[in-house]
């Protein structure tokens, strides 16, 4: 068994750099960077902190059912958020994505609609239009994609979906986060 690369893909999953889970258990980055190369064996305590931190338990760490991949995602596993009230659906492919490096979505925006404004981040957005037009504000630039056609910038400026049009649009979105 590796647990070196067990615990770095545990951090990973958790989104956090070797620098944030030393500060969370009092350990520097050197020690956990030699802990996920194996280089060094932590003690009991520093091991059962770890796993805390990571938020696993130690049977759960040592199965294997905890780190095989799903795979597919059925139909029935995907999660509608209806909010054509506000002016879009939000159809989420992926349970819980927002713990993974990507989270895809199809977005429906009723004609005129907007989506929720973007603050600037590290992520990197991919958006393709399905069915109708549908424009992207990045910064103070606007551009526009007809079906078919798709978006794909890094997300350093807000930015914000929006339809324009006198019909609906279906957007396939996947949003990433860079890990710096």
Known sequence: MDIGKKIKDLRRQKNLT??????????????????????????????FNILEVLGAKPADFFSDALYQQQIHYPLSEQTLYDEYDNGYLINWLVPE????????VIITLKPGAEYKKFEPSPSESF??????RASIRI???????????CFYFKANESHQLFNQEKAEAKILIVATESYL
């Not at 020690?31 to 064996?41: D, F």
């Open 18 to 47: 070797q620098e944030e889970l030393g500060e969370r258990t009092d350990l520097s980055k050197g020690y956990i960077s030699q802990l996920e190369r194996n280089l060094s064996s932590p003690s009991m305590e520093t091991f």
């Open 139 to 149: 910064g103070r630039k606007v551009y526009t994609a007809e079906q078919h056609e």
């Open 97 to 104: 994505s927002n713990d993974y490096d990507m989270e895809p």
């Open 127 to 132: 958006m393709y239009v399905m069915e109708g």
